[in-house]
């Protein structure tokens, strides 16, 4: 049996594909690398199967799968700031992606196939009333709640294919590209620049350590037998104006903050739920954000040179 990683060569799916390999597990990673080129080698054994192409050409995806194939689906435009600038070339890597993904998982005969979403699907709520009750509102967490519709009709059509869907909240840690809150503010600490907030800096999220996010994708890539939306989550919640100041903290800054215009729209929390990863698989965050932290920036201090010209 092997193991499919898309986006393996992103931040969550390197640390997946390590995971995968250090348990001896055959792993193949589809990927077209988009801003992770310099760091790959930080992150990435050299023994998986590599297949450099877009998951959006299903005869492509075809071609690189086996029936008897494990999918983990990690391939995604993850950020929203980059979405509101390219809301369209968001929507199609995330919805046309899975699609021809799932296209492609059911003409080679896969029977497993594992989809990575995200808890802003809900949009600004700290409850999950209702898994089906979607309600995003940028052009990242719509194209991320279309994809999960696009899963939930295949799941209709096609009972054979078992498809895991994890939503998540953010996931932080060593080597993540800087478009994100942590390691952005930790390259513009590092350079002794200023960290910019969107409005007042009030908007909350939650952090999950990429390590426990990646042991979520693993157990269910090995253990789930059903059709299901899971949740992976971390109680704790922090302000981007607390993140800024405990990263400014750490580094020892001092007038480093200052304030833009907010996003159009700027959901204020997301929820935490991981009560089914844990009655169904032990599962629970091993680490708090502060636990981290620290680590996390000493890897952009030791990796500074590439970042410095991409902030």
Known sequence: MRYVVTGGCGFIGAHVV??????????????KITNRKAIDSAFLNEGAQHFYMDISDPQLMEKALLPDDVVIHLAAQSH????????????????????????????KGVKKLIVMSTDEVYGSTDEIVDVRLLDP?????????????????YQKMHPELTITTLR???I??????????????????LLDQKFTLHGDGSARRRYLWVK??????????EHATKSHIYHIGHEQSFSNLE?????GSYLKLEDYISFEKDRLINDTIYPADSLDMLRDFDWKPTR?????????????????????DLV
């Not at 390590?18 to 990673?29: C, D, P, R, T």
């Not at 426990?212 to 890539?221: E, G, Q």
């Not at 620290?294 to 970042?307: A, G, M, Q, V």
Request: net charge neutral; with cysteine; proline share 4%.
């Open 243 to 247: 993140i800024a100041k405990k990263i």
């Open 168 to 170: 998540s909240n953010n």
């Open 172 to 189: 932080a840690g060593p080597g993540q590209f800087i478009n994100n809150i942590i390691p952005r503010f930790s390259v513009l600490g």
């Open 18 to 31: 390590n995971l995968l390999q250090s348990k001896g597990k055959n792993v193949a990673i589809v990927d």
């Open 80 to 107: 929203v700031d980059v979405s509101f600038k390219n809301p369209v070339s968001t929507t199609i890597s995330n919805v046309v992606g899975i699609h021809s993904l799932l296209a492609a998982c059911v003409k």
């Open 288 to 308: 708090d954000l502060d636990d981290f932290l620290p680590e996390t920036i000493e890897w952009y201090r030791t990796h500074l040179n590439h970042f410095r």
């Open 212 to 221: 426990d996010a990646a042991m979520a994708i693993y157990l269910l890539a």
């Open 137 to 153: 509102a940028n052009p990242y967490s719509a194209s991320k709640a279309a994809a999960d519709m696009i899963v939930s009709a």
